[in-house]
């Protein structure tokens, strides 16, 4: 994994001006181990490399001069093809220096062209600029593991990175918010609309696009997207292609140059990845080791509710004996937490899900210190129909975002000026209802196999794209590679036409997940309820990012005061209001550190409010 980014005017560029060595230095904590940079008269092509595959031989940027081609690559992402995609360009006449992703990746788009997308199974986000057709090519994955932000600048230029950071280096590109950005932030938030970079004039790729930047302008064409169709397969069939594309997948994801350990919290899609990591290991006379996050004192505070029935320790030391791996207990304290709310903000450019953000960005900068990639459980909720909103009837047929019902609540914290010009329902309203007029559903469908389409592509428009964009920020903030099995376009694309009464097996959330894998996992783990990512319970979490908060109020500077409501922010210190800000991850506590990291953020970045 890696940090790319590039510029291209066609009035001319200024080799090795002092922006572009600012664009790369904000991408040093994604790519320490090597940087680069290629300029051409109206061209420049940068990238910070964290070593995986082929140290020596996989450099970047990679540049390929024959057959009458002339390309400049800088690409940031893992292929898990790679094998089957070399031999086909061997074919074809190709020669390879090395055994990089990378090299096949640069030699796949010299012979297919934009072509070459279709045929990549992997996560990726990277840009090639033609020298001879003056052009650049820009791609990002099918599912957007990889981010790939970008701005078309007034004067007709074409700015990118891997972060919103990095364009702001660019003297083109200014921290300007608009009303609507302040609805992404307060209405939507911590997601984002799809392609929204939430700044003026930043936009990112959607997942699953690709285009070309010309002299003519940008043109982005979608090269793949979740299609409906017949499920033939009966519950036996289905079964075994499950477990084999599931496991096929993951295996697939363990090649690498460096040592692979995988996040392991108890819970059935960690303890999948796991065990058959450990299992592949063994084969090859290794020990895997596995990684927990934990929170100083939680014991002592923790209580059973409908989304957390039990805490994880006890199913941790289960399936971590079961599959013999080396398993390590990370402790966080709640004083480093609060302190990582900012850095957390750092690193993904935007304010996010409070403690959930910082405490993986504290986990994955201790993972870093022993490991270079590790796989993780992400994903597999919106596939299988893990989450309460696709089993939970109620939640279900209720029009909006499953995850956050909460609207007028939130533009209760909206001061009157910006809520007028915004409208809080229509703005959330159309932005729910495009997502699901999209959705490829079949004609005829029984109503809850449509519902359940409906939500899949909500899932994976929304939720799951704030899932994983945290992800790759607070891991790559420590040069720490996350790799996603069940981010597999092959599963998601078999399991989008599976039947409902399939999914639902024993009335079990992800029940056929669960019953593909048996032998696989312990039973105690198979069907272990569904527990979400462990967040802190200590009440001195509380009382920290409250005093925070009050210190914000306090400040006639404060940027937060001039887009919310004094009164509203507070009235959270006394709230008793159920309703979670964005998923049963952030209630009280989360909501008042969501607003603290708001204030930072508007401060640090220098927003200039339009």
Avoid at 124 to 149: H, M, Q, S, T
Avoid at 311 to 338: C, F, P, Q, R, W
Avoid at 549 to 561: G, K, Y
Wanted: include cysteine.
């Amino acid at each position: 994994m890696c940090g790319i980014a590039g510029y291209v005017d066609y009035n001319g560029v200024i080799a090795g001006a002092d922006e572009y060595e600012e664009m790369l230095d904000t991408l040093r904590r994604r790519g320490p181990d090597d940087e680069e940079s290629v300029f051409y008269p109206c061209a420049a092509m940068l990238h910070a490399r964290l070593s995986v595959v082929d140290p020596e031989n996989g450099r970047q940027p990679m540049l390929y001069r024959e057959r009458g081609r002339d390309l400049c690559l800088v690409y940031n992402g893992e292929l898990y093809n790679t094998e089957e995609i070399r031999q086909s360009l061997l074919s074809k006449g190709y020669t390879f220096i090395g055994h990089s992703d990378t090299e096949v990746l640069l030699k796949a788009y010299a012979e297919w062209g934009d072509g070459c997308v279709d045929r990549f199974n992997g996560i990726f986000a990277f840009a090639v600029w033609d020298n001879v057709e003056g052009r650049l090519f820009i791609a990002r994955d099918r599912i957007g593991v990889k981010p790939f932000f970008y701005s078309v600048t007034k004067d007709g230029a074409f700015v990118f990175g891997s972060e919103i950071k990095t364009l702001l280096k660019h003297p083109s590109v200014s921290p300007v918010i608009t009303a609507e950005s302040v609805g992404e932030i307060i209405l939507l938030g911590p997601g984002r609309t799809p392609g929204s970079g939430v700044f003026k004039d930043i936009a990112e790729l959607a997942p699953g696009c690709c285009g070309y930047f010309t002299r003519s302008g940008l043109k982005v064409r979608r090269y793949w997207r979740l299609t409906d169709g017949e499920h033939t397969d009966d519950f036996e069939k289905t079964t075994h292609e499950v477990e084999r594309l599931v496991v096929d997948s993951i295996e697939r994801q363990l090649v690498s140059d460096v040592p692979v350990c995988t996040f392991l919290s108890g819970g059935l899609d960690s303890s999948i990845i796991s065990a058959v990591a450990a299992r592949h290991m063994a084969k090859k006379g290794e020990v895997l080791h596995t990684y927990s996050v934990h929170y100083k004192d939680n014991e002592k505070y923790f209580q059973k509710s409908k989304f957390q029935p039990n805490s994880d320790d006890e199913y941790i030391d289960i399936i971590s004996s079961y599959i013999g791996s080396v398993h390590h207990k990370i402790v966080i304290d709640t004083a480093a937490l609060v302190d990582a709310l900012f850095e957390a903000t750092d690193a993904r450019d935007l304010p996010g899900m409070a403690d959930v953000y910082s405490s993986l960005l504290l986990f994955c900068r201790e993972i870093k210190k022993e490991a270079t990639v590790v796989l993780s459980g992400e994903c597999a909720d919106e596939i299988f129909a893990g989450y309460p909103w696709y089993t939970d009837e109620t939640v279900r047929k209720v029009a909006g975002f499953p995850w956050s019902q909460n609207t007028s609540y939130r533009a209760s914290f909206l001061k009157d000026d910006i809520a007028a010009e915004l409208n809080a329902s229509d703005f959330v309203r159309e932005r729910y209802e495009k997502t699901v007029r999209e959705s490829s559903i079949l004609p005829g469908l029984p109503p809850e196999e449509k519902r359940q389409r409906e939500m899949i592509n909500l899932n994976f428009d929304w939720f799951m794209q704030t899932l994983l964009d945290r992800k790759d920020r607070m891991s790559m903030y420590s040069g720490l590679e996350v790799r996603v099995p069940f981010c597999d376009y092959r599963i998601a694309e078999y399991m989008y036409r599976v039947l409902w009464k399939y999914k639902y097996y024993k009335g079990r959330e992800k029940g056929l997940l669960r019953h593909a894998v048996a032998g696989l996992l312990p039973e105690d783990i198979r069907w272990r309820k569904k527990s979400p990512y462990p967040k802190t319970h200590n009440p001195n979490y509380l009382a920290a990012v409250s005093e925070l908060l009050r210190d914000v109020i306090a400040s006639p500077s404060s940027p937060l005061l001039s887009i919310v409501k004094k009164s509203a922010l507070e009235g959270l210190f006394t709230s008793d209001v159920s309703v979670p800000w964005y998923g049963q991850l952030m209630t009280v506590p989360q909501t008042i550190a969501y607003f603290v990291q708001v204030d930072y953020w508007m401060r640090k970045y220098g927003v200039i409010i339009e």
